[in-house]
């Protein structure tokens, strides 16, 4: 593996399509399986099992860079590593009602999908041999950041009373206190 900034491998999405529960949802998506290096696709039909069909949805650049090795970490260090599959609801030129926009490795990317809400993210088993590209490549590129403790500054900020109120204006009470109601005049 070169000393690069970034490396990318062509990763095959395999979609598995199903029969909606629903009246409303004709069709139900899911990612169920990953293909490292595979060649360009076009919802090429894997397998189908009666209404069950897989397809080859398309081929995406897995990118890993050298400045995301924590997160890269982060996922391996878990009990199964995932690919993570973004998904997003198919554009009126798409050929099905889904469209595969990224796969990647990094939770923490996986996580910003997630919070737009837009997205669907699906978490698919690393393959070994995936795995050991990604684990390659963080043991190269990772450069553990030293935990450096903040000191405090000695200056004493207590005896300044910045924003209590205006110089200018002298203060009959707290300027903390709650208002109190104007009484009621009663003529």
């Given amino acids: 593996m070169q000393n690069h900034r970034s490396i990318s491998l062509p990763l095959g999405v395999v979609i598995r399509r199903t029969p909606g529960v629903t009246r409303w949802a004709r069709w139900s998506w899911r990612a169920v399986g990953v293909l490292p290096g595979a060649g360009p696709a076009d919802w090429k039909e894997l397998r189908r099992e009666g209404d069950a069909v897989e397809y080859h ?28 599959v973004i998904l997003r609801e198919g554009q009126p030129d798409c050929r099905e009602d889904i469209e595969v926009t990224l796969a990647t490795v990094s939770p923490f990317e996986a996580q910003d999908y997630a919070d737009t809400g837009e997205e669907m993210i699906e978490q698919i088993p690393m393959p070994d041999a995936l795995r050991a590209w990604v684990e390659a490549f963080v043991e190269l590129h990772h450069k553990p950041q030293e935990f450096v403790k903040r000191r405090r500054d ?17 203060q009959l009470s707290d300027v903390y206190r709650a208002p ?8």
């Avoid at 109190?180 to 003529?187: A, D, E, I």
């Fill in 180 to 187: 109190h109601p104007k009484p009621k005049v009663v003529r």
């Fill in 154 to 170: 000695r200056q004493r900020v207590d005896l300044v009373e910045d924003g209590v109120g205006d110089a200018r204006i002298r």
């Fill in 57 to 84: 949805a398309a081929t995406v650049d897995l990118e890993l860079h050298r400045t995301e090795t924590e997160s890269y970490l982060a996922e391996l260090g878990t009990r199964q590593p995932s690919v993570y």
